[in-house]
């Protein structure tokens, strides 16, 4: 009965002449632990799988994202706790609004820019440059249009400024809310559902309002139909953002409650940015 030794004399002796048969030939020997190309493995998941991965957030990197935010945070009465909501750098501040104003086709807001540090400072001087452009522009409409009436005196009109301020963050926090509970809800219901934290999407409605600011500006010239045309224009980039981002998080609830919900996001969205326009130009009716 051939011992251990033998067996491995009678490996070596093989192995020496296979080389010499052939010197660029590779051996292994049977004690080594043979590993599976990284590619293999790749192989043997589902076709569509990588995809999905990439759209919704749920690769390894997040794992490790996960990881990292299990790390011991302050209590929510301390001002270190929301500092940490305001971490953020001006490149990574310009970056989301770039990609705000220009949406990738197929991508995700939330995994290319927002999931590695949401925060909280974008959207809040976003929503304040907001407001106040609304109502520096509508002034200045108003008194570009009455310039050289004799019986015109110009007055500022502080009341859009509270008015805009109320709509806006109103928007920007309401909103987010109550979609955050619908997605928590319906990920209860249906497993596959992605939800997104409530900070995640303050920051996607925030940042993609941003694209309102320059339109708002332009809503100086006189003209109906090139105001109507920005906020059509605007709307489309803005709402894509929100689409491209919440779609493949309800994509597998079911189909009617699905559509509904990415319908719903768009109506108050466009309902938003309608009733900014018209209450600019309310504002000129009442006043010529």
Known sequence: MATADDLK????????????ANPDATT??????????KNQHSRLQEPGREEDDELLGTDDSDKTELLAGQKKSAPFWTFE??????????YQVLDRIKG????VPGKNFVRLYIRSNPDLYGPFWICATLVFTIAVSGNL???????????????????????AATTIYAYAWLVPLALWGFLMWRNSKVMNIVSY????????????????????MLWIIPQKVVRWVLVVF??????????MTFWPAVRDDNRRIAVATVATILLLHA?????????HCHSFSLTS
């Open 9 to 20: 004399f009678q490996e070596f002796d093989d192995a020496a002449n296979l080389l010499a």
């Open 234 to 243: 605007s709307l489309c980039l803005s709402g894509s953002v929100l689409v």
């Open 141 to 163: 409409s108003n008194f570009f249009i009455h310039l050289g009436k004799p019986t015109y005196h110009y007055v500022p009109e502080f009341r859009k400024v509270s008015i």
């Open 271 to 279: 309902l938003l940015a309608v009733g900014c326009l018209v209450g």
């Open 197 to 216: 934290s409530f900070l995640e999407i303050v920051c996607v409605y925030g940042y993609s309002l941003f694209i309102y600011i320059p339109t708002a």
């Open 28 to 37: 292994i020997s049977i004690d080594e632990p043979v590993e599976i190309p």
């Open 81 to 90: 706790y929301y500092q940490t909501f305001f971490d953020v750098d001006t």
């Open 100 to 103: 705000s104003v220009f949406p």
